[in-house]
């Protein structure tokens, strides 16, 4: 399958483009930010429905406070703030206010993982998609493009629940259908093989992408999906997959305790029991450097890719 | 040479090495880091008692300062390295692969000078009410300073902690907000309005000194004065009065330069305006 670039944009204009685009769609969408507009490209809603915007300051933990509250109403409310304050700083107040309250509140998060590059480890969060997996009721989505970021700003507004939507920094490919809608939990096939299959979310769908043509010239016919929701996850199309291939790779730009790779293990374990390969950061924090010195630094390149499914199939 | 005098040249050279670190990076925040300069300046040369040569996380006998607003950390590893803590020639790896200057100060890496992470708001006080206490149980006499934005005001911690140092008599606390009235989206007043903030800290227990943070004598005189008044039972704020971008015409009186870095002739103009006082690293 041939995988078109369309052009290179970063995921938080996705981001910033369907929240405008709901907004003009859904009067009942409501937007709050934490003095970070411009970061998560906010602008165009605020500009547009200031009377639907809630400027919090440096507030995060009173942020996703008003916004539960906002949902007792009927609002549907979008946060906006970098990802590690997104998730680390309010945990509780999204675990009580938010998960267990059962509130209708869509936590967007930028800048997430090491790809946020300078600013360094204090701001890149690899541990977010695992807390908010653990979160009982809580959807967990991490889009690979700008188009899907698009997609799914959309499939969450329509959507009745808490939803933990990541994304990031750096222009990266834009690769996927500009009209294809996301289905939340519904896995996403990108190319169909038969030697292993490679199961990539955000950033790194794009680095598979590189990987599976790469294996494919040394005559290694791959498996990739695209897993955008984290959670709930798609089991039945992991399960159809490695049924037939046999070994499993996952990457992620996450902690591999956690993440992804940890959700398809356990349910490998427990239906399947396969040879996997994980590609994430092992249980380190990240520091300052370019997103490409970083995502190479820490293994999470196309060749870590390319390597961990030569050793999967080599296990089986 | 005056003291006051010394100390602006240092002060000079630091707003130097500011700039042209967030140049060679094309990353990091110019705008609050100029204008805590001079406070920084008056802290480290003039009114703490510090051993930089022989740097100890614990600081047992010494004076010791936080940095809450982690983002102004140019500014922090220039001072720290103009002080002795480690060799100039290192700010040239800011923000680079493998560096020990990150983005945001950190323990990580073992810089000398820095004993706390920063970069998400509103923890530092926290820390600092921590070691203040610590040293209270040391029977050690010194201060332990603390410095915040005025945006980081919006963050409850904050808060929590304002309560705490006042409510627990943490009276060797000496705290400090940049107040220069700027932050990312905007002015302070537009984006989450603060009120009085004196008005609020002195309600809380505190004692409040309202001052230009960009005029050197005035800065070690209010230092000289929370020295004085430590020790009776009340923490101590420094509502610093600053410009962001001070010292650099074309970044002062707008929050741009809160995180932009200047490109080649920005830097030049920048540099036009800095005497080279101590050298360049
Ligand atoms: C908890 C947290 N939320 C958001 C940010 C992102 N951020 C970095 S600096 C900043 C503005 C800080 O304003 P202020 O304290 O006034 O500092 P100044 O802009 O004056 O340097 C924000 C929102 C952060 N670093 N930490």
Known sequence: MEFKIQNYQDTRSGFGAGLYEIGKLNPKVVALCADLIG??????????????????????????????????????????????????????????????????????????????????????????????????????????????????????????????????????????????????????????????????????VWKAIEAIQQLEKE???????????????????????????????????????????????????????????????????????????????????????IAAAKKAISRK | MSEIKNLQRIASQVRRDIVRMVHACQSGHPGGSLGCTDYLTALYFHEMKIKPEVFEMDGVGEDLFFLSNGHISPVFYSILARRGYFDVSELGSFRKLHSRLQGHPTTHEGLPGVRMSSGSLGQGMSVAIGAAQAKKLNNDQSLVFVLMGDGEQQEGQVWEAAINAAGKNVDNLVAAIDFNGQQIDGPVSKVMPLGDLKAKYEAFGWIVYPLNGNDMQEVIDTLKLARKNAFQGKPQLLLLKTEMGQGVDFMVGTHKWHGAAPNDEQLRLALAQLEETLGDY
Do not use: W
């Open chain 1, 219 to 305: 005559g290694i016919h791959a498996e990739l999906i695209n897993i955008h929701t984290i959670k709930p996850l798609d089991n039945e199309a992991i399960l159809r997959s490695v049924s037939k291939t046999k070994c499993v790779v996952t990457a992620e730009e996450h902690q591999r305790n956690g993440g992804l790779g940890d959700s398809i293990a356990q349910l490998l374990a427990l239906n399947l029991p396969t040879p996997i390969e994980m590609v994430a950061v092992d249980d380190q924090f990240g520091q300052s450097g370019t997103p490409e010195e970083l995502l190479g630094l820490y293994g999470l390149e196309t060749a870590d890719i």
């Open chain 1, 39 to 204: 970061s998560l490209k906010m602008d165009a809603f605020v500009k547009d429905f200031p009377e639907r915007f809630f400027q919090t300051g440096i507030s995060e933990a009173n942020m996703i406070g008003m916004a539960a509250g906002l949902t007792i109403g009927g609002y549907i409310p979008f946060t906006g703030t970098f990802a590690n304050f997104s998730t680390g700083r309010v945990y509780d107040q999204i675990r009580q206010s938010v998960a267990y309250s059962g509130k209708n509140v869509k936590i967007c998060a930028s800048h997430a993982g090491l790809t946020l590059g300078e600013d360094g480890a204090t701001h890149q969060i690899l541990e977010d998609i695992g807390m908010m997996k653990m979160l009982p009721g809580m959807t967990v989505i991490v889009p690979c493009d700008y188009n899907q970021t698009r997609a799914a700003v959309h499939a969450i507004a329509a959507f009745d629940g808490p939803v933990y939507l990541r994304f990031g920094r750096p222009k990266v490919p834009n690769f996927t259908s500009e009209t294809e809608p996301l289905i939340i939990g519904k896995a996403q096939m990108l190319q169909e093989g038969t030697d292993v299959s490679i199961f990539a979310t955000g950033h790194l």
